[in-house]
């Protein structure tokens, strides 16, 4: 702004400096007759030159007043800005804190008015119901004596948070000789003990008597009211010291006569009876605090109308229990006046969770009382007639402290305010350096104009001289866009913004040309391979996920976004409002694209599972002209079309994961933009499809400083919380596991609070396993022909509570977290057989149990053998057999295997510990080598043995009772739980003939058309069994049933174990010489015919055509190309090898020289 006043105070300089010459002649040929020569002409000049720095010193005079009108303006809005800031900053400190106090205080009084109103209440029960039983006992007061007395006291004491209950009845003095006999007789509810040891102490009342003995005698005002029962048992003897005879006692019990309701005594300190109870003379210091007690009438009947008091319940309250507990943990600082109209005011300071007796007296800070709030603590429901007859009404005081108000006070009011003082400090500095540099531009330029003004002058008559100068206002017309074509960008932008209702002709387009534009195409790599592993859900939250993010990102960057095709994302900046910076601002759009997948990918595994976080993009970005219209017609979207499109595509593809690869074009726009540090020239042409061979760059900005927040929700706050992303793989799927688990743990103890096991209940989680006694067994011994599954509860479904509900509490998650870890530091590091793998195969575990259909999400529509009329049924109970047969039904047709939660976290488990402490080499090797594992397994089922005793060694360790209590609650559970999982472990030896053999024989049993005599149950259980471990074997090698770069994958893993085993001499063969035969004979005899096997059971829907297609392609490509992957696997290893022997002698050599 300042810049464009300087350069108007220019031009006008300008044309005053051409008005003055012009009158003078200097400029004008005939001014100057014939006579002129060449001294005049320089005089002319110099004369110019005179003026032109008059002018300027002219001009320097106004700008130099404009300039300190400037300055001084800057410093008053600096002062006020800064002024401001400070008196909002502390008034918000301020707001904040009263705002909390207000909260604090509600939060208080809420409580200690429902303490009142619980103290009244119960206390008013509590003597209803002695009268009540005395009713029934059929008892004449004062001899009553409550035989559970005990336990209804304690019960008022937890419902009011009273310290002590005692029942006071009232004795007349004609009834005081027939009293001490029924005190003496009666005395036993204290216990022998304590009734032998009171006894010489208990207060009698009138002359002695002969029972009396040498008891301790006590007169006083009659009627009496003796203390008789009480709770808890008292410290010292009172039995049946005369509650008349003490001030307070007498006064509160004549109030609660003449109420009919209880009363509440003055407050109380040394001088009351609370003493006697354990619960204040356990505490010295609760003794010396203020207490009261809280009386109510007994009556001898329950009818109003002629009831009359015949005993009281004194219940004694300690007042610091009432205020205490209020306040977070935190949060200190708060003082609690109470005071009464009897004249006692106590004090007490709120300090977290703790009240802290101050004193008598309102000891509060006076400087607060602004602050104060007040409330009654009512103990009386009617408050007009209680203030008559002389009650203590109580009143609450709060007041803030300055402690409080201290953890509200900080210094960034003080700091922020220096800050903006630093920033306007900055920018009046900013400004005269700037104003210094246009001053001396503006010099320069009226210099050159008054130049060229002289050169004009002396080419062009005034009138040609003054149109050049002059605005040329014809030709911003013939610049101007048509009306058609600016009608149309106006409804382009009405499109995009949503507001687009088209009213014009058909055959009239939406469309436009735009002559600068960059466009991006960002593809996610691995994701075709990454898809085939998972769910359909999670193949949408993973794009879901990051398209959003990028969508936010956009929005920042003010990039608009096209489209998505499949898992790639088209954006364009340039368009709809061309701008001239499209190139750079879409290059930093790409970078933070680019950082935001990686950072997400990574947050993502610990939710969608193993090689999320292996997930890339690959980025293109091309500059040119585009069409752009809207394509109409149904579902109308906004495209562009044009070679920049389709170079565009062609740049991306050729590209690199993880990398942002731009074209020739784009490259110069950005080094034109002075950007060009952040290319790097590509190394070699890339040949593009239908392009030829084009010059490239990669896109390097390295002025990162940390992630770009994409992933805050619409309210801005962070939809990941506080969750931390780990670089480390490991730490990654450990969360993923855990994740998995706790989902699954959440199904069984849901199923099990609903369901009870027909068998012992005996908790297993606190004795000695089961199979901790079968000392000398292996796991091969128990595998079972059938392992029975629980059958469907259709009612048990109905009712199940929302697994997400579930709470297994801090120490489950705990445990299981540890347990999953200990277990990923079990396994070696082998090539195929270790921790990553584990994951993979109980990924594909959930994959293929997710598949089958839940007989409890069952609807009509699945029930295709119900007849109409039974669907349209409207009868309840017709309605209840109807789903409950349909559930069933679909129960059976699954065998049962996904209606037990249990089964599912048994199969997940074996996928988890299947591969424990694998050594690298077949179970034939370790037999050959004489291993003592071989030798403890007896030369069966190895490693999968092995593995089962050190997961279940580890799960039976103390430190994890509660998590076995999670997992198996119940006997039977831990049966059916340990079978399967060792039914399912030892599945996965493939290698062993024999057993390979029995399974086979078990599946033609279970799915032969041959009926076999077994109950229906059994052949349902035989199946499931069967089902079980043919799901777990699929899982094992779910490889090589998925993508064919998934199989790549883990058979080059595979095949580096086995190569490895060779050169470490534990293998005869080298695995390269029979490699590609052996996976074409792998996929014919086991990998096919298993997939064949989970399509014909039935149980796995689309999945098992999913299985079986991608088996059948990937043998294909292995025949067309395995011999060449082999090659390469062999020369990748010799390669790595000879680079680590290099690397070797290197640092042999340094080491020498050093």
């Known amino acids: 702004m300042n810049s464009d006043g300087r350069e108007s105070e220019s031009i006008a300089s300008e044309e005053d400096f051409h008005q003055e010459h012009d009158s003078a002649g200097v400029y004008g040929t005939e001014s100057a007759g014939p006579g002129s020569t060449t001294s005049e002409s320089a005089s002319a000049s110099k004369d110019e030159v005179k003026e032109i720095q008059r002018l300027i010193g002219r001009e320097t ?235 109510a009438p007994i009556y001898d009947i329950l009818d109003k109308a002629t009831r ?98 201290d953890e509200y006070k900080t210094n960034m009011p003080a700091i922020l305010t220096v800050l903006v003082g630093c920033v306007f400090l900055f920018m009046i500095v900013a400004f005269v350096a700037y104003d210094g540099f246009q001053k001396k531009r503006n010099t320069k330029v009226v210099v050159n104009a008054a130049r060229s003004n002289q050169l004009l002058t002396s080419l062009f008559p005034n009138n040609i001289r003054d149109r050049l100068l002059e605005p040329d206002d014809s030709k911003k017309a013939r610049n101007s866009k048509s009306p058609f074509l600016n009608n149309n960008k106006g409804q382009l932008r009405s499109f995009l913004d949503g507001d687009y209702e088209d009213r014009r002709e058909p055959e009239r387009p939406i469309a436009d040309l735009f002559l600068g534009t960059t466009i991006m195409f960002a593809d996610v790599t691995g994701f075709t391979a990454w898809s085939s592993e998972r769910e359909p859900s999670q193949v949408f939250m993973l794009l879901e996920t990051l398209f959003s993010a990028l969508d936010v990102l956009a929005k920042k960057r003010r990039v608009f976004k096209v489209e998505t095709v499949g898992d790639c994302y088209v954006a364009v900046a340039g368009l709809p409002e061309p701008r001239a910076d499209h190139a750079v601002v879409m290059a930093r759009f790409a970078r933070d694209s680019l950082h935001t997948v990686q950072d997400l990918v990574k947050r993502l595994e610990s939710s969608l599972g193993p090689d999320t976080g292996e997930l890339g993009v690959r980025i293109g970005l091309h500059s040119g002209v585009v069409t752009a219209g809207v394509l109409r017609g149904d579902r109308a979207r906004f495209q562009l079309f044009g070679d920049t499109v389709n170079t565009t595509a062609r740049i991306e593809s050729t590209g690199e994961r993880n990398r942002i690869h731009t074209s020739k074009e784009t490259a110069e726009l950005l080094t034109k933009g002075g950007k060009g540090h952040w290319l790097r020239p590509r190394n070699h042409l890339v040949q593009a499809k239908g392009k030829g061979e084009l010059e490239t760059f990669w896109l390097e900005i390295n002025d990162r400083n940390g992630p770009v927040s994409t992933t805050s929700g619409s309210d801005g706050t962070d939809i990941w919380g506080d969750a931390e992303v780990t670089d480390n793989k490991t730490d990654r799927l450990i969360d993923w596991q855990v994740d998995v688990f706790t989902r699954l743990l959440k199904q069984v103890v849901a199923r099990r609070n609903v369901v009870k096991e027909s068998s012992s209940l005996r908790n297993v989680a606190e004795e000695v396993l089961l199979w901790e006694a079968k000392k000398g067994t292996t796991p091969l011994s128990e595998v079972k022909e059938i392992i029975t599954l629980p059958e469907f509860d259709a009612s048990a479904s109905r009712v199940e509570e929302d697994p997400e509900n579930i709470d297994l509490g801090d120490d489950v998650m705990q445990q299981l977290r540890s347990f999953i870890s200990t277990l990923a530091l079990m396994y070696r590091k082998n090539g195929f057989h270790n921790f990553e793998h584990a994951c993979h195969v109980t990924m594909s575990v959930t994959k293929l149990l997710s598949r089958i259909v839940m007989p409890s999400d069952l609807n009509y529509a699945e029930g295709s053998s119900v007849s109409s009329a039974e669907r349209q049924s409207d009868s309840g109970s017709n309605d209840t057999n109807l789903k409950r047969n349909i559930a069933s039904t679909l129960h059976d047709h699954t065998y049962g295997i996904n209606s037990d939660p249990l089964t599912h976290l048994s199969l997940v488990f074996s996928a988890l510990i299947h591969d424990v402490d694998h050594t690298g080499v077949p179970n034939a090797t370790l037999i050959k080598e004489n291993n003592a594992l071989a030798s403890m397994y007896n030369q069966k089922s190895v490693a999968e043995q092995n593995s089962i005793d050190l997961a279940w060694q580890l799960l039976e360790e103390s430190q994890f009772q509660d998590l076995r209590k999670c997992i198996c609650a119940t006997e039977p559970e831990y049966i059916r739980f340990r079978q399967l999982v060792v039914q399912a472990v030892l599945a996965t030896d493939i290698a062993d003939k024999e057993l390979k053999k029995l399974r086979d024989d078990r599946w033609n049993s279970a799915f032969s058309q041959v009926l076999r005599e077994e109950k229906p149950i059994d052949t349902v259980n035989r199946k499931a069994t069967i089902v079980i471990e043919h799901l777990i074997q699929a899982s094992d090698v779910a490889h090589t049933m998925q993508h064919w770069h998934v199989y790549r994958k883990w058979n080059e893993c595979f095949f580096r174990e086995c190569y490895q085993a060779f050169q470490e001499g534990r293998a005869d063969t080298d695995p390269s010489l029979n490699w590609y035969k052996g996976e074409v004979a792998f996929f014919d005899f086991y990998i096919i015919p298993l997939a064949k096997k989970l399509k014909r059971c039935g149980v796995f829907g689309v999945s098992s055509d999913e299985y079986l297609n991608y088996a059948i392609k990937n043998r294909q490509e292995w025949q067309d190309r395995g011999q060449e992957v082999v090659e390469e696997m062999v020369n990748a290893i010799i390669k790595e090898k000879d680079t680590a022997l290099e690397q070797i002698n290197e640092d042999t050599k340094e080491l020498a020289s050093s």
Not at 185 to 213: D, H, K, R, V
Not at 379 to 402: K, M, N, Q, R, V
Request: hydrophobic content about 40%; glycine content about 6%; proline content about 5%.
């Open 308 to 405: 009359k008091p015949v005993a009281l319940v004194h219940v004694f309250l300690r007042w610091n229990i009432y205020f205490s507990n209020k306040l977070p943990e935190d949060v200190r600082g708060i003082d609690l006046v109470l005071e009464n109209t009897c004249g006692t005011t106590v004090t007490w300071e709120l300090v977290g969770k703790d009240a802290i007796y101050k004193g008598r007296g309102d000891l509060h800070d006076e400087k607060y009382d602004s602050h104060r709030v007040t409330s009654s603590f009512d103990f009386y429901d009617d408050l007009e007639l209680a203030s008559d007859l002389g009650a203590c009404l109580y009143t609450i005081h709060l007041y803030p402290s300055s402690a409080l108000e």
């Open 61 to 295: 005079r106004v700008v130099q007043r404009l300039r300190f009108v400037v300055i001084f303006a800057m410093l008053l809005v600096a002062a006020a800005v800064t002024t401001a800031t400070f008196i909002f900053l502390a008034n918000e400190e301020d707001s904040d804190f009263e705002n909390s106090f207000d909260l604090y205080a509600s939060t208080i009084i809420e409580s200690s008015q429902f303490s009142a109103s619980a103290i009244r209440g119960n206390c008013n029960d509590f003597a209803a119901y002695v009268t009540s039983t005395a009713l029934l006992m059929g008892a004449e007061w004062p001899f009553v004596t409550l035989a559970d007395f005990e336990i209804r006291a304690s019960n008022l004491r937890q419902q009011t948070n009273a310290i002590g209950v005692i029942i006071a009845p009232t004795v007349e003095e004609t009834q005081s000789k027939e009293w001490t006999s029924y005190v003496l007789q009666n005395g036993g509810w204290l216990g022998e003990t304590l009734f032998n040891a009171f006894s010489p102490y208990i207060f009698f009342f009138g002359p002695p008597t002969e029972e009396g003995g040498s008891n301790v005698q006590l007169g006083g005002p009659t009627p009496y009211s003796p203390v008789w029962q009480m709770d808890p048992l008292p410290s010292y003897p009172i039995v049946n010291f005369n509650l008349e005879s003490y001030e307070e006692g007498k006064k509160v019990s004549q109030l609660a006569f003449e109420l009919g309701e209880g009363a509440v005594t003055n407050i109380l300190e040394n001088n009351d009876l609370s003493g006697v109870f354990p619960a204040v003379t356990s505490s010295s210091s609760s003794a010396d605090e203020p207490h009261s007690t809280f009386t």
